[in-house]
């Protein structure tokens, strides 16, 4: 079994004792695990840029590979090569550190299961060009995941978006989340060292990723130390209002009924919206399709209104000129 631990914060500072301490808790509870660190505050990991070259590859026949070449491809190596990830970010302005949407960005996207079996379908089918078993699908094998977040405010309200955010990167991938684990007050702890059941936290999500992936997903109990959260799926506090009792989760995706008991507030997610939450296959079935059907509808527009657009989009080409004339 492989783990790997990834910090995004300052190299031997609280993110990274967080991920080690998780790692020798993995460790402890099998030895024989192959463990790995990285670091990844002084890498360089540019945003995706969207030029999608990636799909493009992908849908023309060939692999999905991101054309920047930066020290991303090191860590994605790194993850398709691991059973089990245990990730940690700092908070920065209330969500993780940049670095880490950019990683976002360019792993998601290019480890979506639904829009890479998709291709692979159409190959199957001869509707698109490539031979279906060359596209090396291991990389979409099942792996766990569990984000610890980390913040120097002592209350939650300055780390709002950072547990909720880290589940981001694991989605696209449908990884198993096992843990999450908002470590904020690093400003008064001064070091984790110095709360024990905070290492005791981190040892107990060190086990549980490992010991997740020989489990099957309906037997891996979601391990939530400081609560198990609304959103019965990802288990954030998070919600989406609209002015009517229904709900998002908007991390999941998924329609939830409000309810009021006295100081009581609940909110029910049916079993039917679970079962499309964005992390399971049909959830992001439901957004390729989306994805693709944009073609049919945008060429025709396009090509109706050629000359329209071509006139008005001369106001953004030449917008210094225009602006100032
Ligand atoms: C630019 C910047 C912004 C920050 N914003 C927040 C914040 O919004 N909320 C919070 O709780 N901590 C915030 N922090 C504190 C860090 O999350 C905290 O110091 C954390 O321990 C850093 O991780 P590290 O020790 O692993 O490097 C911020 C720190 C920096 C440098």
Sequence with gaps: MKVLGLSFGKKNANDDILVKEAL??????????????????????????????????????????????????????????????????????????????????????????????????????GEMPGDADAYPIERLRRRTVSYISVGGATTDNWTSMGTASLHLFGFPAMMKVVANYNANCMGTVANPYLDEELIGHMHEIGKRTAAAVNME???????????????????????????????????????????????????????????????????????TTEIQGFGAVCMPKIMANKELLEEKMKRIKNFDEMINA
């Design 24 to 125: 020798y808790g993995a460790k402890e509870a099998f030895p024989d695990a192959e463990i790995k660190f990285i670091n990844t505050q002084r890498l360089t990991i540019d945003r995706c840029i969207g030029c999608g070259a990636c799909s493009a590859c992908l849908e023309k026949g060939g692999d999905n590979d991101c054309i920047i070449k930066d020290d991303y491809q090191m860590v994605e190596e790194a993850v398709r090569a691991a059973d089990a990830v245990i990730l940690a970010a700092p908070v920065y302005v209330l969500q993780p550190v940049g670095q880490f949407k950019n990683l976002v960005d360019r792993f998601g996207c290019r480890h979506d299961v639904s829009a890479i079996n998709w291709v692979l379908d159409k190959r199957r089918s």
């Design 217 to 287: 997903d309906k037997d891996v109990e979601f391990y939530g130390p400081k609560g198990m959260g609304t959103c019965p799926v990802c288990h954030q506090d998070l919600l989406m209002v609209n002015g009517t009792t229904t709900v998002q989760c908007p991390i999941c995706g998924i329609e939830g009924k409000l309810s009021v008991d006295g100081e009581k507030l609940n909110v029910e997610f049916s079993e039917a919206q679970q079962a499309r939450a964005r992390g399971t296959f049909a959830g992001l079935r439901e957004h």
